[in-house]
RNA sequence: GGCCCCAUCGUCUAGCGGUUAGGACAUCGGCCUCUCACGCCGGUAACAGGGGUUCGAGUCCCCUUGGGGUCACCA
């Protein structure tokens, strides 16, 4: 059995937004499933849209998520190099071949030339759509001038089908008549993206091309290729689209749509990894994996056909179901560079961090969240929240509060375990509820009227910080 | 418009000829409760329409409708 040899052929033309890691990710799962190779290839041949600001951020945002590559930028491989301009030689070759075995000839047509050609088309059909261009020099008309610029089309076939098994769609068959003579290098040199393409992947040993359905109506033409070069043709899959949730093409106006935006929103790679991977694949009932199960039960025959949409409130529930998941330390690693974003300096491995990690992440979703959460314990004064101040720092609330220091003062060790059933029993002989006391407490210990329960608050926070924190309470709800 | 793809709850989906059409998110009730969450229990909610094939169609075929993609010297 031959290698599993996958890639990931952006063009850097912007962000990596979602339906792009989307199809990355269902290359790489079924790429580190078989044991295979995942390749990364960066087709740059558009001068004019292509940017190295953009190569950098596809490439930060793959290592973000953790879908590393066997080859490629940065890491390098024997097929190199991977930045399809600096191939230019290869393409070059592989053109004269084909012009010399007659799959392929040079065209002088100009621009303009070709644009009177689609205006009379439009005049004769009433539409502007659907046209194709019959080049005169297909059939060996000769150029006046033979260094004049010209590009290269590709002598496609009037006749007869080209079909393909989609390992997604299905069998696919197109009609020959629909095809046109397409163009394979500009008249500068540069390669066309159906050529640049299917070069890479043969010279690169690729086994199966996924991509996002959009590229199907390229998949003949370069099924074409492949045939006039003697190369074994490999599999094709097509993943549909992710839609917006209105089922039109997705935008930033209805999402953040590259992934890094995620990043800095506190989303976890294997949030963003395990929602997407549902987006159009599924594994029966399950809808949480972890990366080792998602590379495990992986298979392109459960990816479904239909696009989908996004759908944000999904996400923010798998992203919380990720961070509940994380064990604490873990968890108080990836939050601490939000604390202090938030100019809250502390260290990942402060153990009050690790030791307030499970109170507070049933309660958030993001990593945000999360270090908004969290700020509280570890600034000496808490932010007030001054409605809650105003509703629960009366002077009403003075003896309770002045009653729950008392009481508290001798507990040791000063833990939840320890803390709930001594106040719990002190109340009931005084004859005090919860109710009375836990929100006046809670807003002077964290400064806020949510928050985890009230002895997981002082535990964390400790018995100095907890009594001060009361007292100071005291004093401003006297006044 | 031509060509191509697609079609089960609002959304993501299970279903691969015989099911009370299942799950998840969302939504609506309720429980738990010191707040907020988490959690738990329950409800509403779908096979686009029409023809076939078959003893029997969500499942197979055709048409219609609807949605998407694509018609470049972009990828």
């Given amino acids: 059995m031959t290698e599993v040899r996958v890639r990931f052929a952006p063009s850097p033309t912007g962000t990596l937004h979602i339906g792009g890691v989307r199809t990355a990710l269902y290359s790489w799962l079924y790429a580190r499933q078989q044991g295979g190779k995942f ?79 689609r205006e ?59 095809l046109q003579d397409f163009v394979l290098v500009r008249p500068d040199g540069m390669p066309l993206y159906n050529l640049g393409c299917v070069v890479d992947d ?26 006039a070069l003697g190369a074994k043709v490999p599999e094709f899959a097509h993943v549909p689209m992710v839609l917006a949730p209105n089922g039109q093409k997705l935008s930033k106006r209805h999402a953040a749509v590259g992934v890094l935006e995620y990043r800095d929103m506190g989303y976890l790679p294997d949030a963003v990894l395990n929602y997407l991977v549902r987006l159009g694949w599924s594994y029966g009932d399950q809808e949480i994996f972890t990366r080792a199960e998602l590379i495990e039960k992986f ?105 729950l220091a008392s009481t508290i003062a001798g507990v040791e060790p000063f833990t939840d375990a320890q803390l709930s059933p001594h106040v719990t029993a002190a109340m009931e002989a005084e004859g005090l509820t919860m109710k009375e006391i836990a929100q006046p407490a809670r807003v002077a210990l964290t400064g806020r009227t949510k928050s985890p329960g009230l002895f997981e608050v002082m535990e964390v926070l400790g018995k100095d910080a907890t009594l001060a924190r009361l007292e100071r309470a005291i004093e401003r709800a006297g006044t």
């Fill in 299 to 403: 298979s392109w025959d459960r990816v479904g056909a239909q696009a989908s949409r996004y759908d944000a409130k999904k996400f923010a529930y798998v992203q919380g179901e990720h961070l509940r998941m994380l064990d604490d330390a873990r968890l108080a690693e990836e939050v601490a560079p939000f604390l202090e974003a938030r100019g809250v300096k502390v260290a990942p491995d402060d153990p009050r961090l690790v030791k307030a990690m499970p109170y507070l992440k049933p309660r958030a979703v993001t990593l945000v969240e999360l270090a908004e959460a969290a700020e509280y314990f570890f600034v000496d004064e808490p932010a007030m929240d001054e409605k809650a101040a105003a509703k629960f720092l009366t002077p009403e609330a003075v003896p309770h509060l002045r009653w």
């Fill in 202 to 227: 043969i010279t690169m040993g690729v086994t199966l091309v996924a991509r996002g359905d959009d590229h199907m109506i390229n998949t003949t033409p370069q099924i074409l290729i492949y045939q």
């Fill in 120 to 178: 009379a088309f439009a005049a004769r059909t009433g539409r502007k759509e659907g046209f194709t261009f019959e080049s005169p020099y297909r059939d060996g008309k000769q150029p006046a001038d033979p260094s004049a610029p010209h590009v290269v089309r590709f002598k496609a076939p009037r006749e007869g089908t080209t079909a393909w098994d989609d390992l997604i769609k299905g069998r696919i068959e197109i009609q020959h008549s629909t």
């Fill in 39 to 117: 390749i990364l290839r960066v087709e740059d041949t558009d001068q004019g849209r292509s940017t190295e600001e953009s190569a950098r951020v596809i490439v930060e945002s793959l290592r973000w998520l953790g879908l590393d590559w066997d080859e490629g930028p940065e890491v390098g491989g024997p097929n190199g190099p991977y930045f399809q301009s600096q191939r230019l030689d290869i393409y070059r070759e592989v053109v004269e071949k084909l012009i010399a075995s007659g799959h392929a000839y040079r065209c002088y047509a100009t621009k303009e030339e070709i644009e009177a050609a």
